[in-house]
């Protein structure tokens, strides 16, 4: 479906779950770019059926994965228009609402992603989901582990010189354009659901995301060379617009993120489980595993931390105090 009939779609499709309001039962579309089968696509059934059953059938979720309603980009402008939508978002996305954001979003600045979730827990986080709800933006949770950010490629890496001339599709966020220019390749922005045709077409060179992503999108069918660079822990959040969730009664949101909260740690242990098979699963279909030294990368992009002018300043040492 091309891009003009897919916003065609989504505007029809929201603007029939506004218009019924909140008629009982409550509806909510969640959006997402990951397709069926994919952690996050087991995540949200997961959610589905808790909410669903914890609220007796008073409030539903419609699930659209594959871009099915836009991109991530999109999905988060209908929501802001308080539209009935939630897509699955990070702080290197969010930056663009709030640039002190995207400090969570630096090169291997956590091993641990409960130090991450620990930091979205405290005052400083808290105060900026405040700031994000006066621009619109209301986060429903923020305990999902989308996974630690691996790269394959057409070609071996093995370190940073090998990824020289590289066109490399990232995220549309400056932290990880940023972050594989300090290494050397080419960044190459563009939404995930336009990611395996431009690898197949030659446009782009590898791709970096999570590895259970990576298999889900068939990018090994492609490229076939994992190189476990490890440069991001990912950590995830599900957000909708504050204009829909400010109008929804207290005890159905908070059912909506309690449930949320339950998917979350539903995330952690899933995507903790299916890395390794995945692996396995990339091995048999030909992908060769590299196994790099990290830090050659890790000390080519601890410069990206002072390429911010626009963060608070003093703010990237007292993320690293807090994590410490």
């Not at 641990?112 to 620990?118: H, N």
């Not at 405040?130 to 986060?139: A, S, T, V, Y």
């Not at 077409?201 to 492609?222: M, R």
């Not at 059912?255 to 990339?282: C, H, P, R, V, W």
């Amino acid at each position: 479906m091309n891009i003009f009939n897919r916003c065609l779609l989504a505007a029809g499709l929201l603007l029939a779950g506004s218009a019924a309001g909140f008629a009982d039962p409550l509806s909510i579309k969640v959006a997402y770019e990951n397709n069926p089968g994919e952690p996050v696509d087991q995540v949200m059934h997961y959610w589905k059926d808790e909410l669903e059953k914890k609220s007796n059938g008073e409030i539903t979720l419609e699930l659209f994965p594959s871009s099915q309603l836009g991109s991530k980009k999109d999905v988060t402008e209908q929501a802001m228009m308080g539209l009935n939508v939630i897509t699955i978002t990070d702080v290197g996305f969010l930056a663009d609402y709030d640039p002190d954001l995207g400090v969570l979003f630096g090169p291997y600045l956590a091993d641990d992603p409960s130090k991450l979730f620990k930091i979205y827990d405290g005052e400083w986080f808290k105060k900026k989901s405040d700031e994000l709800k006066e621009k619109g933006i209301h986060i429903v949770m923020r305990n999902y582990l989308y996974g630690v950010r691996q790269l394959i490629t057409k070609k071996p890496v093995r370190t940073p010189d090998d990824l020289k001339g590289m066109k490399i599709r990232v995220p549309n966020n400056n932290m990880q354009i940023k972050i594989f220019e300090a290494m050397g390749a080419t960044p190459t922005p563009m939404p995930l659901g336009e990611t395996f045709p431009a690898l197949t077409q030659g446009v782009i060179d590898g791709v970096e995301n999570p590895i259970a992503v990576l298999y889900g999108q068939k990018f090994h069918e492609e490229a076939k060379y994992l190189s476990k660079i490890g440069y991001l822990t990912n950590t995830a959040m599900f957000v909708g617009g504050e204009a829909f969730f400010s109008k929804i009664p207290a005890d159905q949101l908070k059912l909506i993120e309690d449930t949320a909260y339950d998917a979350g740690l539903y995330s952690q242990k899933l995507t903790t489980d299916l890395d390794n098979q995945m692996i396995g699963k990339m091995k048999e279909a030909g992908v060769e595993v590299i196994d790099v030294d990290t830090a050659p990368f890790k000390a080519l992009t601890e410069k990206v931390y002072t390429e911010f002018p626009e963060w608070t300043p003093g703010l990237y040492d007292q993320i690293k105090a807090e994590l410490n």
